[in-house]
């Protein structure tokens, strides 16, 4: 079975991130630790199951990012990962722009 995005190279990233679980409503503060066109990985000790639909918010040097996403894998040591389902045209652009400068440094 073949991904329905092709991988993407994650980088490492650390910002603070607020997941809601939609259908719970339920809001966490938690941090990336990497990031990618497509998604990212949070840590945390109490990772949300495979499947959840979540709203997805992470600040960054004065920028919000926004989308809706979904939790594609749950560890219970290790956090979980989140692919963006849906992206606005602004925070695009300021995905976009992380991706950039994250390059940028290596």
């Not at 650390?14 to 949070?42: K, N, W």
């Not at 639909?53 to 992470?58: H, Q």
């Not at 939790?71 to 606005?88: C, H």
Request: a positive charge; aromatic letters at 8%.
């Amino acid at each position: 079975m073949q991904p329905k995005h092709p991988r993407a190279r994650r980088m490492p990233f650390v910002a603070p991130i607020e997941l809601t679980d939609v259908s719970s409503e339920i809001q966490r503060m938690e941090r990336t630790s990497d990031l990618s066109f497509y998604g990212c990985h949070i840590n945390t000790l109490e990772p949300l199951p495979a499947g959840t639909k979540v709203w997805i918010r992470i600040e960054h040097e004065g920028a919000n990012f926004v989308a809706w996403g979904k939790v594609v894998f749950s560890s219970p040591r290790s956090g979980m990962g989140a692919v963006f389902t849906k992206i606005e045209p602004n925070s695009q652009a300021i995905l976009e722009k992380w991706i950039a400068q994250l390059r940028a440094r290596k």
